[in-house]
Structures are given as C-alpha cells and as structure tokens.
C-alpha cells in the first residue's frame, strides 16, 4: 500500500466549499495539505513550503490560476513543481493555454475522488522519476536518457548517439561556430577560452568527466561565444542539437532536471568573473588553486603554467611568483610541476 506521508500539497481555490472538500479528501489520504483562497496567497505559500504538487483553480480573483503557472513557471526554485489545474471550463482554448504554460495536468470540476486522487499519484510518480539524482557518467547518462524515453516524445533522444576522441589540445568547438551538438564529457578534460585581440587567451571554464558543454549557445540559438579544448586525451559523446532541444521543450519535468544538470555552475562562472574583476593577483591565484583541486577531488594536481596564467588573467611570470610564495609560506609544495596543497584554510582566508 502507497503512503502519502510527509507528501505536501498545495490547493489553491477560491470557493471555500469546493477548497474545504478538496483538503479533506487529501488529509484523509494522508497528504500535508496546504490552502489558499487566491493566486497570490498561492504563489507566497508555494514559495514559503515548496510543496511536492499544486493543485489550482483556473478563474480566480487578484490572480488567476495561469498567472500562478507563469510566475512559478519562471522561479528556478517552484519551476519543477508538479501542476494541475482545477476547471470547470472545458474550452480547448483553455486547455490548449494551460499546456503552453506548462501545465502538467487538468481536472475539470465536478470530480471524483478516485480521479483526482490518480491525476495527483501519476504526477508524483512522473515527478519523482525525473527528480532522481543521476550520476555524472555514461551510465548515468544513459539512465536519464532512458528515463526520459518514458515520455512518448522523447523516445529517439539516445538512437545514433555518436561519441568522439579528443587529442590533447584538439580543438572541439571554435568561438563563432554554429552549435551542432550538446557534449557530455565521457573521460578527460576540457577548456573553455576566448581569445582576445591581441592573441591571449583567458580561459572561462574548466570541465572533466561527467560535465556537459555546449549547452547555452544551443538554448540561446547564438554562435558558440567561445573555443572548447581537450587538455589531455578525451572521449565526448555528442548530443545533436535537435534531440537535445526536444529535450527541453516537450516536458516540463523533463526540462527543469535538465536544466538543473546542465546549470551548476553558472554561480562559479559568476564568482569567477567578479574575482577577476575586483581581487588582487595574490588572491586569484589562491582561488584557482583551489577550484583545480574541487574540480580534481584532490589536493594533488598538475597544470600548466600557462593555462593557470590565463585562467587568472595574467601573466605566466606573475603566477609562477606567487606559487613560489605560496611554496615558502608552507600554503603548497611542488613536486616535478605536479602542485600539492598543504594548507587550504590559509589559502582559502587570504584577504582579496
């Protein structure tokens, strides 16, 4: 027998009777119910509660129910939410606007509990399958793939999935090229650069096994704004781009798990830039060390001089000074160019 505890929901209706009928159906069967009498109550509470599921009335006074969908739609925090509309409207035109939004189901009033009750166990079922965490392998590539391949429209996402060799410093992609393929890194490690007007390169990313690349100029429809580089041999499976677009566009679910797999580091890509803005040599350079070592799961690393000088956004000579200091200071040692850090708190709390 499935039970519902520590399940939340949200109902979002302004007739008290039908919202009073609606959380005692959903207590009985032993969801954590939450209610509010109009959009804007609705919206406050789904962003205080984060509820597992919504269920909300589609004419409604202060905020109708498509304006609940569209401002929750757009919150990263509220946008994989299961949503189900409550109408008494039957109009495909309805219909048809709900689902543009992204709505996930409806149930026209009046209802039956056990109707309402299987809307509501489906899109649990739906949503807790797209919210699993997959690890960031081909196997867990492969496991997200065909778990989206549930959903009719995804079937073909994973046919003639083609993978590639990378030489080190093969170049994968060029800054201006026009995006062909979403690329998830099966082995090795990548780069990403752009060069300015006077040859240098400042490096805006670095990638490895179980990263994906490529991703923002496809949803942007733009060229690529920079160049991708194996830093050592690498194998990458190629996405084409319309897979991967259908991808995103046809499921909600499908699309906000993705999204989340693809944007984790869009907050370090922020921090990096203000750091290169705003921090001083000493302290860039302490930052890189220590993103090298998130990015290697390890105090131990080796990297080149210059691909650290570029990703600091200095000179190499400037680098290899402050790596000495760090060296006599006791925060690293270097052995055969390989760098060890030996005091990642010292390195971790010098001033900006």
């Not at 109550?41 to 109708?64: R, S, Y």
């Not at 907050?267 to 350079?285: C, D, G, H, I």
């Not at 000579?317 to 060890?340: A, C, P």
């Amino acid at each position: 027998m499935q039970t519902n505890q520590g399940i939340k929901i949200l109902v979002i209706e302004d007739n008290q009777e039908v919202r009073e009928n609606l959380v005692e159906i959903l207590e009985l069967s032993n969801f954590i119910v939450f209610a509010a009498e109009d959009g804007l109550k609705g919206v406050e509470i789904a962003q205080t509660h984060a509820p597992d599921l919504i269920l909300c009335d589609v004419m409604m006074p202060k905020l109708d129910g498509f304006g609940v969908l569209n401002i929750l739609g757009k919150r990263p925090d509220t946008s994989g939410i299961p949503f189900v509309f409550l109408t008494a409207k039957a109009e495909r035109s309805d219909f048809r606007r709900g689902m543009n939004l992204g709505a996930d189901d409806y149930v026209t009033k009046p209802f039956f509990k056990d109707e309402l009750l299987s809307v509501i166990e489906t899109r649990l079922k739906k949503s807790k399958l797209l919210k699993k965490e997959f690890d960031r392998s081909e196997g867990g590539l492969r496991a997200f793939i065909n778990e989206a391949k549930g959903f009719e429209a995804l079937k073909n996402l994973s046919n003639d999935k083609k993978m590639k060799h990378f030489k080190k410093r093969d170049v994968i992609f060029e800054e201006g090229d026009n995006p062909r393929f979403l690329y998830f890194i099966l082995s090795g490690k990548v780069k990403t650069f752009k060069t300015h007007d006077q040859g240098k390169e400042y490096i805006i990313e670095l990638l490895k096994e179980g990263d994906f690349l490529g991703f923002v100029d496809l949803l942007k429809s733009t060229a690529h704004a920079e160049t991708a580089a194996a830093m050592e041999d690498t194998d990458i499976v190629l996405i084409p781009k319309d897979d991967f677009l259908a991808l995103i566009q046809t499921n909600r679910d499908v699309s906000s798990q993705m999204i989340k797999m693809l944007a984790n580091n869009i907050t370090e890509k922020e921090e990096q830039l203000l750091n290169l803005a705003y921090n001083s040599v000493r302290k860039r350079v302490a930052d890189a060390l220590i993103l090298l070592s998130q990015k290697e799961d390890n105090k131990s690393f080796h990297v080149l001089r210059e691909d650290l000088a570029r990703i600091v956004g200095t000179a190499k000579e400037s680098v290899i000074r402050m790596l000495t200091e760090f060296k006599n200071d006791g925060y690293i040692d270097i052995t055969e160019g390989t760098i060890i850090i030996l005091d990642l708190k010292k390195l971790s709390n010098l001033p900006s």
